[in-house]
């Protein structure tokens, strides 16, 4: 089973196999997304929009990861956990959904 978990970098990696960080690939729009997390459409929209190319390579990286193991803790992180991580692994989910690859979802750090 593969494990997608975002999580904020001022909060600690948490153990992962693969650890990813979105700060640079999503613009942190903290003002205009506060008191909204990553599942809110506006942010995956986002999310899609500025770092596509890179959640596709992740899950391309996650596929050829998953022909040598059967379990993988993937990591995805950005500043505080809230935002930006929670929506590439939103995304990246339906990008394995769409490979055929079954996978769980964890948002750490969403409720600090």
Not at 17 to 46: F, S
Not at 81 to 101: D, N, P, T, Y
Request: glycine content about 10%.
């Amino acid at each position: 089973m593969t494990t997608l978990i975002s999580f904020g970098f001022k909060y600690g990696k948490p153990k992962a196999d693969l650890v990813y960080d979105v700060r640079l690939q999503i613009r942190n729009r903290y003002r205009e997304w506060k008191g909204m997390t990553g599942c809110h459409p506006d942010i995956t929209k986002a999310a899609w929009r500025e770092g596509k190319d890179f959640i596709r390579w992740m899950g391309d990286q996650i596929e050829d990861r998953l022909r040598t193991t059967a379990d993988l803790a993937v990591a995805v992180g950005c500043v505080g956990g809230k935002h930006r991580s929670v929506a590439s692994v939103e995304m990246l989910g339906m990008v394995l959904k769409a490979k055929g690859i079954p996978y769980l979802t964890v948002h750490r750090d969403i409720g600090v």
